[in-house]
């Protein structure tokens, strides 16, 4: 990389922003955790597969990279409250949020 690029990365640095990605376990999900905690962000990964999400933690953590699980179902109101709720009191509010996670519903 050269030397323009490094600046250009450095404008788009999130350190001390928290950022939450919902739909987080696997996919697109999954990518934007890795991508936004490796620009500094801390990152509250949420999804409805708590064991797919403690393992993204480890490994986040592992790189050198704040990271924390919430479980939540972003079909239920009360889910998705408790989410926000958990995210903010382990360390503010999320400067940033994507809202990743897909619903599909098949009907014949």
């Known amino acids: ?22 739909g987080a376990s ?19 990964v949420a999804a409805r597969r708590p064991e797919k999400l403690e393992e993204l933690v480890k490994e986040l953590r592992a790189a050198g990279h704040s990271a924390e699980a919430v479980s939540v179902d972003v079909t239920s109101e009360a889910s998705v409250r ?5 995210a903010e009191k382990s360390g503010g509010s999320p400067d940033i949020i994507i809202n990743n996670a897909g619903v ?5």
Do not use: E, I
Request: net charge positive; proline share 2%; with cysteine.
């Open 82 to 86: 408790t989410c926000l709720d958990r």
């Open 26 to 44: 696997s996919g697109l999900g999954r990518h934007f955790a890795w991508t936004l905690a490796r620009a500094g962000a801390g990152v509250v």
């Open 104 to 108: 599909t519903a098949t009907n014949p």
């Open 1 to 22: 990389m050269n030397q323009g690029s490094d600046t250009l990365l450095h404008q788009f640095r999130l350190d001390g922003r928290r950022a939450l990605v919902t």
